[in-house]
């Protein structure tokens, strides 16, 4: 974050620029066709931000055109800031494609900024680089393994992988989903809180988090057809809703599960501290970025944002 006072000098490229309302639309929205876009959200009065923003800073450089920022500050673009419900600063948004697809509010440490610039990295098809090319081969062998049920066989797969080498973040990440698949929750809970603390924010682990999440949640979902009446009998029941979606996701009808939780947050966005939308971003965490359920889910929700 440039400091108001410092007299510190803009960027010399266009990775990263300050925005406001006027140019909203070309430097995000427009933008975001071609590469990740984050959008801080600040002001000159906001202690954090100024811990924030350089931090933010770093990390887009560091991306070297893979990702784009737009420093925005509320003060003077208080109609966005409406818009996409900022309540505090600071609050970040990446937009991908025209529509937000990330974010997270508060200073936060380098390592998650870094996770999360990795991410939109991910999703909009970068290049990550680095890595050793036959680990790579081998995770991707033990994906296909897990994918085709083999669970035991991909388990033993990551397993050697992490022999290799113990910080590989999709390694770790396909043993969470592992014993995940083998029904083994509290095993790919243990295996989450065991890693390394540097990849711990990586996005594969991230994805793992959700899908554990949602695996939690099957284990008490409720009967899909009680719960499906319960909604037709009041459609302002949100916490049978709720449940629906769980359920529906729980049996693999995720499609619906989403549209599900896209009409509860239309009806109330706000109700149970925001549950649709927290629900949804789990839901979206845990496919793959390019997953046409998730990319569809994101636009649906950005547009009733925006609305």
């Not at 600063?89 to 697809?101: C, D, L």
């Not at 949602?214 to 009680?226: H, I, N, S, Y």
Request: glycine share 8%; hydrophobic share 45%.
């Amino acid at each position: 974050m440039i400091e108001l006072g410092q007299g510190t000098a803009a960027p010399a490229t266009d990775l990263i620029k300050d925005g406001s309302e006027a140019t909203f639309m070309a430097d995000v929205v427009e933008a975001s066709q071609q590469v990740p876009v984050i959008v801080d959200f600040w002001a000159p009065w906001c202690g954090p931000c100024k811990t924030l923003g350089p931090m933010l800073e770093q990390a887009v450089t560091a991306a070297k055109g893979a990702v784009k920022m737009v420093k925005i500050n509320v003060d003077q673009a208080q109609s966005i800031a409406q818009q996409l419900q900022i309540q505090s600063i600071p609050t970040v948004y990446a937009f991908f494609q025209g529509q937000p697809v990330d974010g997270f509010q508060g200073a936060v440490p380098q390592s998650e900024i870094k996770a999360f610039v990795d991410r939109l990295v991910q999703q909009s098809g970068g290049a990550q680089g680095g890595g050793d090319d036959g680990l790579a081969e081998a995770v991707a062998a033990a994906d296909e393994m897990l994918e085709a049920g083999e669970a035991v066989d991909a388990a033993q797969t990551y397993a050697a992988i992490l022999g290799e080498d113990p910080k590989n973040a999709a390694a770790h990440a396909g043993m969470v989903r592992a014993h995940i698949a083998m029904g083994q929750l509290d095993q790919a809970e243990a295996i989450l809180n065991g890693v390394d603390a540097d990849i711990s924010h990586a996005p594969e682990l991230e994805a793992a988090h959700a899908q554990l999440q949602l695996a939690r949640q099957a284990e008490g979902a409720g009967p899909v057809d009680d719960l499906r009446a319960a909604v037709d009998a009041d459609a302002d029941d949100h916490q049978a809703r709720l449940e629906l979606a769980q359920a529906l996701h729980a049996h693999g009808q995720t499609e619906e599960a989403v549209d599900q939780l896209l009409e509860l947050f239309r009806r109330d966005r706000d109700w149970n501290d925001g549950a649709a939308r927290a629900q949804l971003f789990t839901i979206f965490d845990a496919l793959p970025p390019q997953d046409p359920i998730a990319l569809k889910g994101r636009r649906k929700l950005s547009s009733m944002i925006f609305a």
